[in-house]
């Protein structure tokens, strides 16, 4: 006779519903604010033309559409955003803070996803990366342990931090682009090789193809008529051309990948994936993340009123269309089988000069350097000279706290000293100490949650740091994201289906409503850090 553990090994794996669809695409437009769903749509595809599905005004119309939703947390930052969605988690649970933070037992800067120690890149020459530092689980990772490891989760993009954050600890394939040898990598904590769908890609040179071309408007100018040049680029026509590059090296690699060439790539490789993997074929359903960093590129360096991030956009809705279209034929039982959600990591800022010089708002940059040179020297006054603070990384302010002990003096005291001191810095708004925030002991404002969600006892800083509205920190042209105002953290989110009834909503959501909402359409448990609710009115039947 078998014993019981021999029969529960032979037993199958539990059902998962009926009405659970075949493939989940999820897919992160980056720095995709909310207001470029409505503001382009004139330039958009129709919902549905010829028997052929839309992008954007297809999700629009046919899904379900949340208009009110936002990240809860700062920094609203790629890393931060991207972990945020598929573990319905926050900073403050999940240990991501940022794209990187300072590591206070190294003394140095830790990336996202950086784990060179444990393992290398393959087919490139990044250090190592991984999923580790993420502190919790993904939808993805609950599919494969709900699936007995039967389901495939696939990520893709040209950030490894996006794909690797949104995909999970036990994905199966994740690829992100390595400028170094211009090609799209993977790292050994997910196997020996790149997936095949990636390395035909790479041998099909299509990223060293548009040497001594340039990317092009797609639209004549009259289209750009509510689009505005960057300042630094004021003289050229808005029906831009920017020129890649002559020689195949980084730098023409950034601008591929900053253009519609790069979008085109990234929906290249899904497309590649799904029907290298079969995805949606399967018995149990699969999951595949796609980051659009294409858009995030684009917006930094034009700024979200130019042309170019018109054009880009324009352009993605084409290429939705084309990718839905495709699945629409490549799952079976169609796209009604596709659980879709589109969403962003974060928005952006206007250009400061532009918002400032033509809009008259208050606006400009924030130096990191200023604020860490008003803390030292205000600290220095009150407790004597030392290194006091040896890190402002992402709105995080580190202190020194061996030097704090070293002099007896109490902690809360220091932070509450540098607190004051950084709120001297140009552009800054308010600074809240880790003590107080821990404590519950901020304003009782709305943006206090922010606040709370984004500081993690670990990995945050000791002070907190705000800057003004349209105050950003980056360098002397472009833009940049990571404030707690409304223009980071309002994003779309947009989901589409089989049952659901097609709705705009206009309630306030939180992206990280997302995980809880696909978890409990697939039928299994939420990710471990969840702390979002579902989306009742994307589920069937509501």
């Given at each position: 006779m078998l014993s019981m553990i021999a029969l529960a090994a032979l037993a199958p794996t539990a059902a998962l519903p009926k009405s659970a669809p075949k493939l989940v695409l999820l897919i992160s437009v980056d720095q995709g604010r909310a207001?470029?769903?409505?503001?382009?749509?004139?330039?958009?595809?129709?919902?549905?033309?010829?028997?052929?599905?839309?992008?954007?005004?297809?999700?629009?119309?046919?899904?379900?559409?949340?208009?009110?939703?936002?990240?809860?947390?700062?920094?609203?930052?790629?890393?931060?955003?991207?972990?945020?969605?598929?573990?319905?988690?926050?900073?403050?649970?999940?240990?991501?803070?940022?794209?990187?933070?300072?590591?206070?037992?190294?003394?140095?800067?830790?990336?996202?996803?950086?784990?060179?120690?444990?393992?290398?890149?393959?087919?490139?020459?990044?250090?190592g990366m991984s999923c580790r530092p993420l502190l919790v689980s993904t939808v993805g990772d609950e599919l494969k342990m709900a699936t007995n490891g039967?389901?495939?989760?696939?990520?893709?993009?040209?950030?490894?931090?996006?794909?690797?954050?949104?995909?999970?600890?036990?994905?199966?394939?994740?690829?992100?682009?390595?400028?170094?040898?211009?090609?799209?990598?993977?790292?050994?904590?997910?196997?020996?090789?790149?997936?095949?769908?990636?390395?035909?890609?790479?041998?099909?040179?299509?990223?060293?193809?548009?040497?001594?071309?340039?990317?092009n408007a797609s639209m004549p100018a009259s289209a750009y008529a509510n689009a505005r040049n960057a300042p630094h680029v004021a003289n050229q026509p808005k029906n831009f051309?920017?020129?890649?590059?002559?020689?195949?090296?980084?730098?023409?690699?950034?601008?591929?990948?900053?253009?519609?060439?790069?979008?085109?790539?990234?929906?290249?490789?899904?497309?590649?994936?799904?029907?290298?993997?079969?995805?949606?074929?399967?018995?149990?359903?699969?999951?595949?993340?796609?980051?659009?960093?294409?858009n995030d590129y684009v917006g930094h360096a034009y700024g979200p009123n130019s042309p170019e991030v018109m054009d880009i956009t324009v352009v993605t809705d084409k290429l939705l269309s084309e990718f839905f279209n495709h699945l629409n034929n490549a799952v079976p039982g169609g796209i009604d089988n596709v659980a879709i959600v589109l969403t962003a990591d974060h928005g952006v800022a206007p250009i400061p000069a532009e918002a400032r010089d033509t809009f008259k708002l208050d606006a400009g940059r924030v130096s990191g350097a200023d604020i860490l040179k008003a803390v030292d020297s205000a600290l220095d006054q009150q407790f004597g000279d030392a290194d006091w603070a040896p890190s402002f990384n992402g709105f995080n302010l580190y202190l020194n706290r061996e030097a704090i002990a070293a002099k007896g003096l109490n902690r809360s005291d220091v932070e509450e000293a540098a607190a004051e001191a950084a709120m001297t810095a140009d552009g800054v708004w308010q600074a809240y100490t880790r003590t107080n925030?821990?404590?519950?002991?901020?304003?009782?404002?709305?943006?206090?949650?922010?606040?709370?969600?984004?500081?993690?006892?670990?990995?945050?800083?000791d002070v907190v740091v705000i800057f003004k509205p349209d105050y950003v920190e980056t360098g002397a042209t472009g833009t940049s994201h990571g404030?707690?105002?409304?223009?980071?953290?309002?994003?779309p989110i947009m989901t589409r289906w089989g049952g659901q009834k097609p709705r705009k909503v206009a309630r306030r959501v939180y992206t990280h409503d997302i995980a809880s909402t696909l978890c409990t359409l697939l039928g299994i448990e939420y990710p471990n850090g969840n702390i979002g609710e579902p989306l009742f009115e994307s589920l069937p039947g509501n």
């Open positions: 207001d470029y769903v409505d503001r382009f749509s004139d330039h958009f595809l129709p919902a549905k033309a010829g028997g052929k599905l839309g992008g954007y005004q297809w999700l629009g119309e046919t899904g379900v559409r949340y208009t009110d939703a936002h990240h809860h947390h700062v920094p609203t930052y790629t890393a931060a955003g991207h972990a945020i969605l598929m573990t319905g988690s926050v900073p403050a649970i999940n240990g991501v803070i940022g794209n990187e933070w300072y590591d206070r037992k190294t003394g140095k800067v830790h990336y996202s996803t950086e784990d060179k120690d444990a393992y290398q890149t393959v087919g490139g020459t990044m250090d039967r389901s495939k989760v696939v990520g893709i993009s040209f950030k490894d931090r996006a794909g690797i954050l949104m995909a999970g600890h036990a994905a199966d394939q994740v690829v992100w682009f390595d400028n170094g040898v211009g090609k799209f990598v993977t790292s050994t904590y997910y196997g020996t090789s790149v997936p095949k769908w990636a390395e035909d890609f790479n041998k099909s040179g299509f990223m060293d193809s548009f040497v001594g071309k340039s990317w051309s920017h020129p890649y590059g002559t020689e195949v090296k980084s730098s023409y690699y950034s601008a591929v990948a900053a253009s519609e060439a790069g979008q085109r790539a990234i929906f290249d490789l899904a497309t590649r994936a799904v029907d290298t993997e079969k995805l949606g074929s399967h018995e149990t359903p699969d999951i595949l993340v796609v980051n659009l960093a294409t925030v821990l404590k519950g002991l901020i304003p009782d404002l709305p943006l206090r949650e922010w606040i709370t969600n984004g500081l993690n006892p670990i990995n945050g800083g404030a707690i105002w409304a223009y980071d953290t309002h994003v």
